[in-house]
C-alpha cells in the first residue's frame, strides 16, 4: 500500500518545464510550467477588479535552430481600450529587472507569430489577449536572477505593473526554463 501511494505521489507531480512536438508545424515548444503573474497593484478587491499580466518563457526549436520569446497574457478590465483585441501601450514594453531595463517591441498577438499551431500557455481569463515578444538567452537570465521585476507599457497612459505578491513557484519555474534550455 506504501508503495501505490508513493507511485502516485511520483506520477501526479508535475515537471516545471514541458518539451513538446508541435506536430502540425513540427517544431519543439520548450517551456516553463507556471507563468509569473503581475499587476498593477497589490491591494485586495474583493471583485477581482485589476489588471494582470501573465509571463511565460518559450522556447522554439525549429530543426537546431533555437528562438526564444516571452508570452505575456494581458488581463485588462477596461475592454473598451483595446482596438482590434489589442490593448494599447504593449506594442513596446519595458521590463526594469535588476536595476536594467529592457524594451521589447511586440513580435505578434497570435501564437503563429512564433510558429506553433496552438497557444503555449493557458490565459487567465477567456478575454485576455495574448502578445509575443523575442528575447535572447541573457534577457531571459537577467529577469531569472533578478530580485524584483516590473514592466511598464509605452503610450499616452504607460501602466506599471508589479509582481502579484510571491511568485516562487514561477521564478523557480524559469530558473528551470532557463536550466534546461542552456543544457
Not at 82 to 102: C, K, L, N, Q
Request: aromatic residues 10%; glycine residues 6%; charged residues 25%.
Amino acid at each position: 500500500m506504501a508503495f501505490l501511494l508513493i507511485l502516485s505521489a511520483c506520477a501526479t507531480e508535475q515537471l516545471s518545464v514541458v518539451e513538446e512536438l508541435d506536430e502540425l508545424t513540427a517544431v519543439t515548444i520548450t517551456y516553463s510550467r507556471t507563468p509569473i503573474v503581475m499587476s498593477i497593484d497589490r491591494s485586495i478587491d474583493p471583485r477581482g477588479q485589476r489588471d494582470y499580466l501573465q509571463i511565460g518563457a518559450i522556447e522554439v526549436n525549429r530543426m537546431g535552430t533555437l528562438q526564444y520569446f516571452l508570452w505575456l497574457g494581458i488581463s485588462e478590465m477596461k475592454h473598451t481600450e483595446f482596438a482590434d483585441s489589442r490593448p494599447r501601450g504593449f506594442e513596446s514594453i519595458v521590463f526594469i529587472a535588476g536595476g536594467e531595463e529592457i524594451q521589447l517591441d511586440v513580435l505578434g498577438w497570435t501564437h503563429e507569430a512564433i510558429g506553433t499551431s496552438q497557444p503555449v500557455y493557458k490565459k487567465l481569463f477567456s478575454t485576455s489577449v495574448d502578445a509575443y515578444y523575442e528575447v535572447t538567452l541573457d534577457q531571459i537570465q537577467l529577469l531569472t536572477e533578478a530580485d524584483g521585476m516590473k514592466v511598464r507599457t509605452r503610450g499616452s497612459v504607460p501602466k506599471e505593473f508589479v509582481l502579484w505578491f510571491r511568485q516562487i513557484a514561477a521564478k523557480d519555474d524559469l530558473a528551470d526554463f532557463l536550466r534546461t534550455v542552456l543544457q
